[in-house]
């Protein structure tokens, strides 16, 4: 069955701090994996897409990694601030059918 | 650019009354998707039209209709509302590379309360 765990399912740090959010797949054949900022209120937005040769990709602040062997990826945020307050979705999509598989997210709150 | 505009923000039904859910995109994207997202869940797609004309289920479509009369427009149907039916609702495109999960541009969501 394809499916996309994340952890942890919330997380709170102080502002300055950096933190590391996991995305656990099981979606096969693997297409490509995105990760998502949601605000509070908000639709997601894109923060990065790998595809199966990339594994790792950056958007200022934000990294991501992808482990296509071990099905995993992570979304590191350096230096964080307030403003990265808000839910980090992971998304993996299936390369034959283009199914579309969205994980339930991470909360992030960063405390000043 | 607007890009995904979702009309209204809000909306309290009662149970059995209908209502559609409207959705533009001005990125001329001939991918268009309707997501519902309850809490602490992920996002689950409803329906989703690869081109003006052509729509086709998704993972949940029990309940909701949609139509594709144009390549800007992409609305929802709810027919009879129910309380399982209260959830927030997004509209997201996605562009012209031939393949449905090229990047997803979202609106902002349609908040709905069905008593």
């Known amino acids: 069955k394809n499916q996309v765990e994340q952890s942890p399912q919330s997380l709170i740090i102080l502002e300055g701090k950096n933190c590391t959010l996991q995305c656990n797949y099981t979606v096969s054949p693997f297409s490509n994996l995105r990760w998502y900022k949601q605000d509070t209120g908000r639709g997601p937005v894109s923060l990065t897409i790998m595809t199966f040769s990339e594994n790792t990709k950056s958007n200022g602040r934000y990294t991501a990694t992808l482990d296509a062997d071990t099905k995993q990826s992570s979304l590191h945020i350096t230096a964080s601030q307030l403003s990265d307050s808000a839910s980090y979705i992971c998304v993996v999509s299936a390369g034959r059918d283009d199914k579309i598989i969205f994980g339930k997210g991470t909360r992030l709150h960063i405390l000043p | 650019n607007a890009g995904v505009t979702q009309t209204p923000k809000f909306r309290i039904l009662k149970i059995g009354q209908s209502m559609t859910l409207q959705c533009a995109q001005d990125?001329?994207?001939?991918?268009m998707y309707w997501y519902r997202q309850d809490p602490g869940m992920g996002l689950k797609l409803i329906y989703y039209s690869v081109g003006a004309g052509i729509t086709d289920k998704g993972e949940v479509p029990n309940g909701y209709n949609v139509s594709r009369s144009t390549t800007e427009d992409f609305p929802l149907r709810l027919e009879l509302a129910a309380p399982s039916q209260t959830s927030v609702y997004f509209c997201?495109?996605?562009?012209?590379?031939?393949?449905?999960?090229?990047?997803?541009?979202f609106g902002p969501g349609t908040r709905l309360t069905v008593t």
């Open positions: 990125m001329n994207h001939n991918y």
């Open positions: 997201a495109s996605s562009g012209t590379s031939g393949r449905m999960s090229y990047e997803q541009y």
